[in-house]
């Protein structure tokens, strides 16, 4: 709502979005699993990532090339060597009692500063530039979960180290984002960008993690913690900016502090007051020496960035294809790719783009499958054959809309020709004689009752046994063939024309 007298209440919005490197074959410093999820509990453990003495840690190679790879994809310059520091904690789900990352305050070296990310807005569809301070590699702990009742109730805590030490890229952004909405979308096109470099899968559970920082009216900074989803990115930062505007509307002071974003109430609570780093204890990691970004790995971490969604949606939009139908094309990679293999072999690139952004994932979404896999999706040379028929007028664009897309999602292999609808053929005495036997139909239908007409079309359907005909084609010839011969149907005078 645009009110003068709130201006300078404008809030700046600053990020730090954690995001798991899924993709990893292996966690950070040992060679279990980046991908606990599988796992019972406690069972993707070894010595090194359960913290046992003497147990050391070495750096593994995959999740350090996705990590310079991030820095690449998010306009940032990789430092020539990383650092690792400890940072000293006690949590249950940390056995180490330290967490591994690098805190330039204690001679660190992040994995990159000090870039600029392009990011699409779909709100306003502009591209917008978000300024990065930082991008740092570091280990999850485990995972602490508690009996019914909660962290409040439960008498036990549960403590599962299968997630200790998976690889973690935690990005940190200035506070240039001046809206929730803007938040969000920065949110979404940063996930799809790991995610078009195969480096993370955004939809598992707990993949990404957002604290955000917010201040209104130049005031101090609160940090949000714990926001699990894209939409909640939104719905906390809205919260907690609506809460600060308030406290200063009337008259009181934001004081600096870190609070807890309750999704299930929609709410902020407060968690502590924000803890000065020198609490941490934080100092070189003694097991680790620095770990030099070589050409080659500069090499392999350039090879993942052939594909990214801007790359895609600018493609696509050059094409002429609307805005709309360009980013749901973009928005997901499988989607993208048979898109971008179909238009060398189709006549009409826009007529595509519809077919495989609107019509495809339409139904796709209508089978509860968002983001499918290879080999749900029809080949590009079966999208781009329905394009050229439709062009060459051999079939209507509602057939393959309505009918044969339909048909090629329940069964992908089936080839075009078990798919496309046979042309209706049916002799009219035999359709004459059905009309016949099913004259209140016949009669319904001619006094109004449109509904009567798919029920004949269904008998006709029937009778002529498993011939894949075109429903919308044979409706309209059964519908000609009534309207010809009504005075053999219905004696009664009083037809109206339906
Ligand atoms: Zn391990």
């Known amino acids: 709502m645009p009110d003068r007298g709130r201006k300078d209440l404008d809030p700046m919005i600053g990020l730090e979005i954690h995001v798991q490197l899924t993709n990893s ?126 962290i409040t109730r439960s008498p036990f805590v549960h403590v599962d180290y299968n997630r200790s030490g998976v690889p973690l890229l935690e990005i940190v952004t200035e506070p240039d984002l001046r809206s929730p909405r803007e938040a969000r979308a920065l949110v979404e096109y940063l996930l799809l960008t790991l995610e078009y470099m195969g480096v993370m899968n955004p939809r598992l559970e707990g993949a990404f993690r957002v604290d955000s920082n917010i201040s209104v009216g130049g005031g101090e900074r609160v940090e949000v913690k714990n926001i699990g989803s894209t939409l909640d990115v939104e719905k906390a930062i809205r919260y907690e900016i609506l809460r600060q505007s308030k406290i200063i509307e009337t008259g009181g002071v934001v004081t600096r502090e870190t609070r807890h974003w309750d999704g299930v109430k929609g709410i902020t609570v407060p968690l502590r007051h924000k803890e000065e780093e020198e609490e941490y204890l934080y100092f070189p990691d003694p097991d680790l020496p620095p770990v030099p970004i070589t050409p080659r790995i500069k090499r392999q971490a350039a090879e993942l960035l052939r594909l990214t969604p801007a790359d895609v949606y600018r493609k696509i939009t050059g094409y002429g294809v609307k805005r709309e139908i360009a980013w749901s094309i973009t928005l997901v990679p499988a989607l993208a790719k048979l898109y971008l293999r179909t238009v060398s072999l189709a006549k009409d690139k826009i007529l595509a783009a519809k077919l495989v952004g609107v019509d495809l994932k339409g139904e796709l979404k209508e089978k509860g499958i968002e983001h499918p896999s290879e080999n749900l999706l029809p080949k590009p040379e079966t999208i781009a054959r329905l394009v050229n028929m439709v062009i060459d007028k051999e079939l209507p664009y509602d057939t393959v809309k309505g009918i044969v897309i339909p048909r090629i999602l329940d069964n992908p292999n089936s080839t075009l020709d078990q798919v496309i609808p046979k042309k209706a053929s049916i002799s009219e005495d035999l359709l004459i004689k059905i009309l016949k036997e099913n004259r209140r139909a016949v009669c319904d239908y001619l006094q109004g009752k449109k509904k009567a007409l798919n029920y004949l079309v269904g008998v006709v359907i029937r009778t002529l046994g498993k011939v894949a005909v075109d429903p919308r084609e044979l409706r309209n010839i059964i519908e000609k063939t009534i309207l010809d011969n009504k005075e053999y149907f219905c004696e009664n005078n009083s037809v109206t024309k339906p």
Request: charged fraction near 20%; glycine fraction near 8%; aromatic fraction near 12%.
């Open 25 to 150: 074959p292996t966690k950070l410093f040992c060679q279990c699993k980046a991908e606990y999820r599988q796992y019972p509990p406690n069972t993707n453990i070894c010595p090194v990532c359960l913290g046992m003495p003497g147990a050391l840690p070495v750096v593994q190679l995959v999740p350090l090339i996705y990590a310079v790879a991030a820095s690449y994809a998010l306009g940032c310059k990789p430092n020539p060597m990383i650092i690792f520091t400890r940072k000293h904690y006690y949590y249950p789900d940390l056995p180490k009692n330290y967490q591994i990352t690098e805190f330039e305050g204690a001679h660190g070296a992040p994995v990159c500063k000090d870039g600029v990310f392009r990011y699409l807005d779909p709100n306003t569809w502009e591209w917008k530039s978000v300024r990065i301070r930082r991008i740092n590699l570091e280990e999850d702990p485990g995972r602490s979960t508690y009996d019914k009742g909660g």
